[in-house]
């Protein structure tokens, strides 16, 4: 059935937080808002020509999926002043953090592990709405995790670069392998990494065989299974910018923005046990501070 014919107008966020998220400095937002209808109709990746550029793989014989051309690109503009408009307690701040190799990444340290957008769990948000198909409701919080994802690595994208990331790392214990066509696991540089599993993903949400949008569509046996794998990746880039590029959304005041929207993605995939906990390992410090302060539940 088609998820426009399934549900419209279910709003569960209360008038103060769809305030937060609505102004145009917000970029972390999602669709479940009181009086909007939900949809996911809209194809993922086709952002405004003046903001993203599509760039096509590096090495399109290697690896898997390279044949699709990546739809994230580029930084929304004035981005390129972000070490001249932090403020010096931020500036201070990280430059502790990375001093040392032994202190707490940055993400962990105060104020910004407790800086969210608005206080409270992500519970009633993320949980099932009554007279709504499970496989809808899943479908469409990957569609908008994935656009929101999308949107936040493209402010950074441009700090990724080859020579500074040479692999897909999230901290020094934990490394990233591309797997190739021939089934081989390959190291890539994160920024190639990540541009692959972005293309992948949408390729995947624009499936009509996958994620049917259309009357009549129905969802294919291994859907689920095919929902994990996109999660994984999907934390995997989320493990990638905490560790390696929080202090540039530090920098650029959005760290109640991105945090707000990694427990509202763990809260989903709790709720529905959609990835394995050995994946979690990488920011699992982090997500049990966001549980001691109620925002995952």
Same mark, same amino acid.
């Given at each position: 059935m088609?998820?426009?014919n399934t549900i419209?107008g279910?709003?569960r966020?209360?008038?103060?937080?769809?305030?937060d998220?609505d102004?145009?400095?917000?970029?972390?937002?999602?669709?479940?808002s009181?009086?909007?209808p939900?949809?996911?109709s809209?194809?993922?990746?086709k952002?405004s020509p003046n903001?993203?550029?599509?760039?096509k793989?590096?090495?399109?014989?290697q690896?898997q $999926?390279?044949?699709?051309s990546?739809?994230r690109?580029?930084r929304?503009q004035?981005?390129?002043?972000v070490?001249?408009?932090?403020?010096p307690?931020r500036?201070?701040v990280a430059q502790?953090?990375?001093?040392?190799?032994s202190?707490?990444?940055l993400?962990?340290?105060?104020p910004?592990v /407790?800086?969210a957008?608005v206080?409270?769990?992500?519970?009633?948000? !993320?949980?099932l709405?009554?007279?709504v198909d499970?496989n809808e409701?899943i479908?469409?919080?990957i569609?908008?995790?994935y656009?929101?994802?999308n949107q936040?690595y493209?402010i950074?994208?441009?700090? !990724?670069?080859?020579?500074?990331f040479?692999t897909?790392?999230?901290?020094?214990?934990t490394?990233?392998?591309?797997v190739?066509?021939?089934?081989?696991a390959?190291n890539?540089?994160?920024?190639?990494y990540i541009?692959?599993?972005l293309?992948?993903?949408?390729?995947k949400?624009n499936?009509q065989?996958?994620?049917?949008t259309?009357?009549?569509?129905a969802f294919?046996?291994n @859907?689920?299974?095919?929902?994990?794998?996109?999660?994984?990746?999907?934390l995997?880039? @989320?493990a990638?910018?905490y560790?390696?590029?929080?202090? /540039?959304?530090v920098h650029?005041?959005?760290?109640?923005h991105w945090?707000?929207? $990694?427990?509202?993605f763990?809260s989903?995939?709790?709720?529905f046990?959609?990835?394995?906990?050995?994946?979690?390992?990488?920011?699992?410090?982090?997500i049990?501070?966001?549980?001691q302060q109620?925002k995952?539940i």
């Amino acid at each position: 059935m088609s998820f426009l014919n399934t549900i419209r107008g279910l709003g569960r966020s209360s008038k103060k937080n769809k305030k937060d998220v609505d102004t145009p400095a917000s970029i972390y937002s999602h669709n479940n808002s009181s009086g909007s209808p939900i949809r996911r109709s809209q194809s993922p990746g086709k952002y405004s020509p003046n903001k993203y550029s599509p760039t096509k793989p590096r090495n399109t014989n290697q690896i898997q $999926f390279a044949n699709q051309s990546p739809t994230r690109r580029g930084r929304t503009q004035g981005n390129t002043q972000v070490q001249q408009n932090q403020s010096p307690r931020r500036q201070q701040v990280a430059q502790q953090s990375q001093a040392s190799p032994s202190k707490l990444p940055l993400f962990l340290c105060e104020p910004f592990v /407790k800086t969210a957008l608005v206080k409270g769990s992500f519970k009633t948000i !993320v949980q099932l709405p009554k007279y709504v198909d499970s496989n809808e409701w899943i479908a469409l919080n990957i569609f908008e995790s994935y656009n929101n994802l999308n949107q936040f690595y493209g402010i950074i994208a441009d700090y !990724v670069t080859p020579e500074a990331f040479p692999t897909m790392n999230a901290g020094p214990n934990t490394n990233y392998m591309w797997v190739d066509a021939s089934g081989q696991a390959i190291n890539l540089p994160a920024s190639q990494y990540i541009d692959y599993v972005l293309t992948w993903i949408s390729t995947k949400l624009n499936d009509q065989s996958i994620f049917p949008t259309k009357n009549g569509g129905a969802f294919p046996p291994n @859907f689920l299974k095919d929902c994990k794998n996109i999660l994984r990746q999907m934390l995997r880039i @989320f493990a990638f910018i905490y560790h390696n590029q929080f202090d /540039k959304i530090v920098h650029l005041s959005l760290e109640a923005h991105w945090n707000s929207f $990694f427990a509202h993605f763990i809260s989903f995939i709790k709720e529905f046990n959609l990835i394995d906990r050995k994946e979690l390992e990488p920011l699992l410090p982090l997500i049990e501070n966001f549980e001691q302060q109620g925002k995952i539940i």
